[in-house]
């Protein structure tokens, strides 16, 4: 079975600075597809950022940003010019090529400063 | 937004009290899900169905059930409701497309108490 670890429970970051949130996780699949999801307070689930285990282009979603690693096995998000509106749990998942079960990570939880 | 009602929002109920949630899609996806989430552990899947009258259960699926009778409703229940079912539950829906997986998109979830 896949295992997705994020081992920053917790996070903080100045306004306008950068962060990194680290996501590692865990199978033996070549066809994989990996995501990013913020959830607020509000509680809801919002897609972030995706990519796909086959392209070795990093994908980018305005501030946001991935650190692809397939054969390190990590998948890492990196949030450019924090803002306030950035405070939220974070949540890594994988989702294999041929299925459509998804394995979350336990979570980040990011704090904004300002 | 996808289009997914999660009801209701929120349901007190007492130990040994079926339970049954709704998750309610106007997206036409075929495929949709039942998380819960507690603290330290993410989500984690309950049941899943890939269409109609077709579900497969998930990594915690004891004490669950699920239908689905039409494309746009997937039903959870407890059957008898117990203390460690106390949790926010979430729906997700999706469309896969053929060569190319779509991300889930998620209902605002069920927070349940069960005392």
């Known amino acids: 079975a896949q295992t997705v670890t994020q081992s920053q429970p917790e996070m903080s970051v100045q306004e306008a600075e950068t962060v990194t949130l680290s996501c590692t996780y865990d199978?033996?699949?070549?066809?994989?597809?990996l995501f990013w999801y913020k959830q607020p307070p509000s509680r809801q689930m919002i897609l972030v950022i995706r990519?796909?285990?086959?392209?070795?282009q990093n994908a980018t979603e305005n501030r946001f940003s991935v650190n692809f690693q397939k054969a390190a096995k990590s998948f890492s998000l990196k949030i450019s010019d924090s803002q306030l509106g950035d405070a939220a749990m974070y949540f890594c998942?994988?989702?294999?090529?041929?299925?459509?079960?998804?394995?979350f990570g336990t979570g980040t939880k990011l704090q904004v400063i300002p | 937004d996808a289009g997914i009602t999660q009801s209701p929002r929120h349901k007190v109920t007492e130990t040994g009290t079926p339970v049954t949630l709704r998750c309610h899609q106007t997206?036409?996806?075929?495929?949709m899900y039942w998380y819960r989430q507690d603290p330290g552990h993410g989500l984690r899947l309950i049941h899943y169905?890939?269409?109609?009258?077709?579900?497969d259960k998930g990594e915690v699926s004891d004490g669950y059930s699920v239908s689905r009778s039409k494309t746009e409703d997937f039903l959870l229940t407890l059957e008898s409701a117990t203390s460690s079912q106390t949790s926010v539950y979430f729906c997700?829906?999706?469309?896969?497309?053929?060569?190319?997986?779509?991300?889930?998109?998620f209902g605002d979830g069920t927070r349940l108490s069960i005392l």
């Open positions: 169905s890939y269409g109609v009258k077709d579900t």
């Open positions: 990519q796909e285990a086959y392209k070795q």
């Open positions: 199978t033996s699949e070549s066809d994989y597809y």
């Open positions: 997206e036409n996806h075929r495929y």
């Open positions: 998942a994988y989702i294999s090529g041929g299925y459509q079960k998804v394995t």
């Open positions: 997700a829906i999706s469309e896969s497309m053929p060569g190319r997986h779509q991300p889930q998109h």
